[in-house]
């Protein structure tokens, strides 16, 4: 099984910041890696898939980055929505696996 | 409009079982493949189980392998997981999900999600 380590496990940054996510996969994914957000009560939303393509609707201040085995996702400058926790998710393999998740809280 | 609505969840003892239903519109639903994910409270995500657009391919996690089965009635636009011999640790949020592709093979992103359905498993 793949196993996906995301880093850190909190981000703790203010509105109008950059966030800078991380996700490490112990093998080889190439670029099919996905990012999603979830909110408290709600259910995950595709951000970015194939490591750098935006979903449908997903504001530009999103982007995602990598391939291999080491993949980033940025948020340019933090809105009040996107306080959050993050997932990373490889399809490479099956069992497709997610990461842990990297919450990113208000500082 | 896509929605998932999902709907079946409940309390049960172990060694129970239960059939999930996922209600799909807002798309042709016979061209995609769907899944479950599973988010037991407070932890992360696991994706349960695939199937393929045609329901000739389907894939399980090991952690349900031979207990849980998924299914669509594409007439209905519905996708199921009946789910036997439950155990405590099956206790979770079962979301259905939208790929982008048709095929297993090219899918893997849950590009539409529904808001769940919650399995809680006690004794």
């Known amino acids: 099984e793949n196993v996906l380590t995301q880093s850190p496990a909190t981000l703790s940054l203010s509105p109008g910041e950059r966030a800078t996510l991380s996700c490490r996969t112990s093998?080889?994914?190439?670029?099919?890696l996905a990012w999603y957000q979830q909110r408290p009560g709600q259910a995950p939303r595709l951000l970015i898939y194939?490591?750098?393509i935006r979903a449908t609707g997903i504001p530009a201040r999103f982007s995602g980055s990598g391939s291999g085995t080491d993949f980033t996702l940025t948020i340019s400058s933090l809105e009040p929505e996107d306080f959050a926790v993050y997932y990373c998710q490889q399809r490479s393999n099956w069992p497709w696996t997610f990461g842990q998740g990297t919450k990113v809280e208000i500082k | 409009e896509v929605q998932l609505v999902e709907s079946g969840g409940g309390l049960l003892q172990p060694g129970g079982s239960l059939r999930l239903s996922c209600a799909a519109s807002?798309?042709?639903?016979?061209?995609?493949?769907m899944s479950w994910v599973r988010q037991a409270p407070g932890k992360g995500l696991e994706w349960v189980s695939v199937i393929s657009a045609s329901g000739g391919s389907t894939y399980y996690a090991d952690s349900v392998k031979g207990r849980f089965t998924i299914s669509r009635d594409d007439s209905k636009n519905t996708l199921f997981l009946q789910m036997n011999s439950l155990r405590v640790e099956d206790t979770a949020m079962y979301y259905c999900a939208r790929d982008r592709a048709g095929l297993v093979a090219t899918a893997g992103v849950g590009a539409y999600w529904g808001q769940g359905t919650l399995v809680t498993v006690s004794s």
């Open positions: 807002g798309f042709t639903f016979s061209n995609f493949a």
């Open positions: 093998q080889s994914v190439s670029s099919y």
């Open positions: 194939d490591a750098s």
